[in-house]
């Protein structure tokens, strides 16, 4: 009887010793794919101003962003980059420029964007936002140059210089708003009495010229900086705004020093 015992002892020890090993390692590799999920599919980790910084990368993770937030997003070249949120669809708010500060209504999906009301930064943002939403169009800027009195001979343009060399009327087109609002204030010098010498400008799909459009999509400004001087990097001052899916994520934790 106690040969019988002893055997059913073993049994069962032998059983549950099965049974808790193979628990152990489910419960192993449960843990290492939930890790390898938030690595690869939420968390990414990136180098920021010397230190590593968690970025969570799900959709509604950017849901309730807000000014100052650091994002994740795609820059010029398609590589992703960490900028700082300024604002996004319906926040007011003001761009220090070389010349003045400029405020900005960031347009909310739905809103109607009409070029001819807007300041000269806003209407390069807005124009970029125009292109990038119709890749297939062929699009032109048409420019002008005007005083208060009517229209000016654009030949004028060329009396101004860019980086110590006159201004080709070809290229005219094709500048930023800074570098356009440089040869205004140039023009305005060397005909003082012109009054308020400034361009003109207006979007062509095959000739026909584009008035407005419907913005779609939730827009963002964002910037290289959070305060202080600015860095050298593609931003909106250069680009214009972020659509919503240009971003990838958000960080989310305390960053922590690169050596670790």
């Known amino acids: 009887m106690a040969i019988k015992i002893e055997k059913a002892i073993k049994k069962t020890l032998r059983k549950s010793s099965s049974v808790r090993a193979w628990g152990i390692l489910f419960f192993c590799v449960c843990i290492v794919m939930f890790a ?17 910084i968690f970025v969570c990368e799900l ?24 900028l700082w949120q300024v604002g996004k669809s319906g926040d007011s708010i003001e761009v220090s420029t070389p010349f003045d500060t400029v405020s900005l209504n960031i347009p909310k999906p739905g809103d109607t964007i009409v070029f001819e009301a807007l300041n ?4 390069d943002a807005s124009l970029a936002l125009y292109k990038e939403l119709n890749p297939e169009k ?46 205004e204030l140039q023009l305005q010098r060397i005909f003082p009495s012109i009054d308020s010498i400034h361009f003109k400008r207006k979007l062509f799909v095959d000739s026909l010229e584009i008035e407005s459009f419907m913005v779609e999509d939730e827009l963002f400004y964002l910037t290289c900086e959070k305060e202080g001087l600015p860095k050298a990097c593609y931003d909106s001052r250069e680009k214009g705004f972020f659509r919503r899916n240009s971003l990838r994520g958000i960080a989310q934790f305390s960053t922590f020093p690169l050596w670790l």
């Not at 390898?36 to 590593?52: E, I």
């Not at 000269?120 to 209407?123: A, C, D, G, T, V």
Request: net charge positive; glycine share 8%; hydrophobic share 45%.
């Open 138 to 183: 062929k699009t032109k800027t048409g420019i002008s140059l005007w005083n208060i009195a009517g229209e000016l001979p654009f030949a004028y343009v060329g009396r101004a210089s860019i980086s110590g060399r006159p201004v080709s009327e070809r290229e005219v087109e094709f500048l930023p708003w800074q570098e356009l609002r440089l040869i």
């Open 59 to 82: 959709a509604p993770c950017l849901d309730n962003s807000q000014t100052g937030d650091l994002l994740l997003a795609r820059a010029g070249n398609g590589n992703p980059v960490l």
């Open 36 to 52: 390898v999920f938030l690595r690869f599919f939420v968390l990414s980790v990136w180098s920021f101003d010397g230190k590593r």
């Open 120 to 123: 000269p930064m806003l209407l």
